[in-house]
């Protein structure tokens, strides 16, 4: 039997992941869509036969024909709809981030941890990229000895409106918090960050670039530049310093054209191009498992790790200090 998916939150991620489930993944099918808008929630079933559109997350997740929930709503609205859904013990994708907040994030892997099993697969989508994997395979490999440096960059064409500074890095650094600590099997210990010139392209309150600092448990040591108005298109990429040689992923790839003169390609214009494929096989994975009734990925411990970084980010935007971050200690469940 398929998995009968509830999907929460009809914005862009939300329709990007039903209109996924409806055409690319096996094994699933979108059972209802939930907004707090009845209109966008019907306009985004409106090629899916069967589907019902609601307005309220609990009414979907008390459906029999439910078994499955996906929460693609802003984060600060995660929580309530986690702790509803692990009441019915039910697989649970939920976009990132898990919640907003250490402490509301902490709560979440409490209530699971009481569940006593994985419930949670948390929506960092760039483990399942092509290149990560690739680049988390060389360094778990350690035939370039060992890593030593991460430089990430992530830029954004535009930020849509509301998206205020602490979004910087709750939103979209968070993906670097998550990626760091993929890569090293570390937590992050310290964050700072620098503000530097602004791009007059940055809307009211918003201080964009910035530059973010990291450290891991091993002394690791990354940094990101978040510049989310960069007007040229969406670009994610690292470059990674070993002992041996340096590795980068996602900058420029292919078609690479010569012509009138010329040579390049294109750039992609959002993450739902960028990450399409990854999206694929990551929402595809969480099928897979959940028909098994199992879950995998990112956990709710690196939801709420990445939090905790969020917020030790969120501290340094305003400090200019190095901030610690400190963790609680991690469940055997997560281990
Ligand atoms: C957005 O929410 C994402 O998750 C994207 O991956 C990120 O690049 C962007 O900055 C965020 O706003």
Same mark, same amino acid.
């Given at each position: 039997?398929?998995?009968?998916?509830?999907?929460?939150?009809?914005?862009?991620?939300?329709?990007?992941?039903?209109?996924?489930?409806?055409?690319?993944?096996?094994?699933?099918?979108?059972?209802?869509?939930?907004?707090?808008?009845?209109?966008r929630?019907?306009?985004?079933?409106?090629?899916?036969?069967?589907?019902?559109?609601?307005t309220?997350?609990?009414?979907?997740?008390d459906?029999?024909?439910?078994?499955?929930?996906?929460?693609?709503?802003?984060?600060?609205?995660?929580e309530?709809?986690l702790?509803?859904?692990?009441?019915?013990?039910?697989?649970?994708?939920?976009e990132?981030?898990?919640?907003?907040?250490a402490?509301?994030?902490?709560?979440?892997?409490?209530?699971?941890?009481?569940?006593?099993?994985?419930?949670?697969?948390?929506?960092?989508?760039?483990?399942?990229?092509?290149?990560?994997?690739?680049?988390?395979?060389?360094?778990?490999?350690?035939?370039?000895?060992?890593?030593?440096?991460?430089?990430?960059?992530?830029?954004?064409?535009?930020?849509?409106?509301?998206?205020?500074?602490?979004?910087?890095?709750?939103?979209?650094?968070?993906?670097?918090?998550?990626?760091?600590?993929?890569?090293?099997?570390?937590?992050?210990?310290?964050?700072?960050?620098?503000?530097?010139?602004?791009?007059?392209?940055?809307p009211?309150?918003?201080?964009?670039?910035?530059?973010?600092?990291?450290?891991?448990?091993?002394?690791?040591?990354?940094?990101?530049?978040?510049?989310?108005?960069?007007? /040229?298109?969406?670009?994610?990429?690292?470059?990674?310093?070993?002992?041996?040689?340096?590795?980068?992923?996602?900058?420029?790839?292919?078609? /690479?054209?010569?012509?009138?003169?010329?040579?390049?390609?294109?750039?992609?214009?959002?993450?739902?191009?960028?990450?399409?494929?990854? /999206?694929?096989?990551?929402?595809?994975?969480?099928?897979?498992?959940?028909?098994?009734?199992?879950?995998?990925?990112?956990?709710?411990?690196?939801?709420?790790?990445?939090?905790?970084?969020?917020?030790?980010?969120?501290?340094?935007?305003?400090?200019?200090?190095?901030?610690?971050?400190?963790?609680?200690?991690k469940?055997?469940? /997560?281990?």
């Amino acid at each position: 039997q398929n998995l009968r998916v509830a999907v929460i939150g009809a914005g862009r991620m939300g329709i990007d992941h039903i209109q996924r489930i409806h055409r690319r993944i096996h094994g699933a099918e979108v059972a209802a869509v939930v907004d707090i808008d009845l209109d966008r929630a019907n306009a985004a079933i409106a090629d899916i036969p069967g589907a019902v559109a609601l307005t309220d997350a609990q009414a979907a997740l008390d459906n029999p024909d439910i078994n499955a929930v996906l929460i693609a709503t802003p984060g600060f609205l995660h929580e309530e709809i986690l702790h509803a859904a692990l009441v019915k013990d039910i697989p649970i994708l939920c976009e990132k981030p898990l919640t907003p907040d250490a402490e509301s994030a902490w709560k979440v892997v409490q209530a699971e941890e009481k569940l006593g099993r994985k419930r949670i697969q948390v929506g960092f989508m760039r483990r399942y990229d092509a290149e990560y994997a690739q680049l988390g395979n060389i360094i778990r490999s350690g035939e370039l000895g060992e890593l030593l440096v991460l430089h990430h960059q992530h830029r954004n064409p535009a930020t849509p409106p509301g998206f205020t500074n602490e979004m910087l890095i709750n939103d979209s650094v968070v993906h670097e918090f998550d990626a760091v600590r993929f890569f090293t099997g570390e937590e992050i210990t310290s964050v700072q960050v620098r503000m530097g010139k602004r791009t007059r392209n940055a809307p009211e309150g918003q201080h964009d670039p910035q530059h973010v600092l990291l450290e891991t448990e091993s002394g690791v040591l990354a940094d990101v530049e978040i510049y989310v108005n960069a007007q /040229y298109g969406y670009e994610v990429a690292t470059q990674a310093s070993f002992e041996e040689g340096v590795v980068s992923i996602g900058s420029d790839s292919g078609p /690479y054209v010569r012509t009138q003169g010329r040579w390049g390609g294109t750039v992609t214009p959002g993450f739902e191009e960028r990450f399409g494929a990854a /999206y694929d096989v990551e929402i595809q994975a969480w099928v897979d498992a959940a028909l098994k009734d199992e879950i995998g990925g990112p956990s709710a411990w690196d939801g709420y790790a990445t939090a905790a970084c969020c917020e030790a980010g969120v501290e340094a935007q305003k400090t200019g200090g190095k901030v610690t971050v400190a963790l609680n200690p991690k469940p055997a469940l /997560y281990n």
